[in-house]
């Protein structure tokens, strides 16, 4: 008995391809065999870069790191093989929200001026008040201002880092925010 070679062939749901982590992406096997041919079970060996590997038919796979990795699928007959590969694109983007207004005046509500910042890395952020003088400092990311014993007012900050994508661009973002006690 002959058997025919195996054409290994697959591509991704919607066409996904690249995206942000974490991306699930469904792959969908497109793998033949010669139309004349005897049935024939075939084998399917998928490697998802150095994450993981599957033998499903379609399976579908999370990728949490941002990079370009080899998906590859290789079909076996149990005579023959052969393969097909695909490069899958990971990036991430950069998220902030920055209040513009809080009220550190006791009441419990709105106390703290807090961040929300993902994707960066060599976080900083340093506020001034209206006439430049630096009143506050910080390099962690889960940190907030009081406020200080600063007065009601208008006050700047500057936020820099590095995104934590795949060019790894510095980043700088500058607002205000009004400081309000009473």
């Not at 942000?20 to 490697?47: C, H, K, R």
Request: hydrophobic share 35%; charged share 25%; net charge negative.
């Amino acid at each position: 008995m002959v058997y025919p070679s195996p054409i290994a062939k697959f591509g991704t749901k919607d066409s996904v391809k690249s995206g942000d982590v974490p991306l699930d992406i469904q792959f969908v096997n497109e793998s033949s065999v010669g139309a004349d041919s005897v049935n024939v079970d075939l084998l399917y060996t998928w490697t998802f870069g150095p994450f993981g590997v599957s033998d499903e038919l379609d399976p579908q796979f999370t990728f949490e790191q941002i990079g370009n990795y080899e998906v590859r699928l290789l079909v076996d007959n149990g005579v023959c093989q052969d393969s097909a590969v695909m490069r899958v694109q990971l990036d991430r983007i950069t998220n902030f929200f920055i209040p513009n207004v809080f009220t550190p005046n006791g009441d419990q509500n709105n106390d703290l001026f807090e961040w929300t910042i993902e994707g960066i890395d060599e976080f900083r952020i340093v506020i001034y008040n209206r006439w430049g003088t630096k009143v506050f400092q910080s390099e962690t990311l889960d940190d907030h201002w009081d406020g200080g014993k600063e007065p009601d007012g208008t006050y700047f900050y500057v936020v820099t880092g590095k995104e934590q994508t795949l060019d790894a661009e510095t980043v700088e973002y500058r607002g205000d925010l009004t400081l309000i006690r009473e």
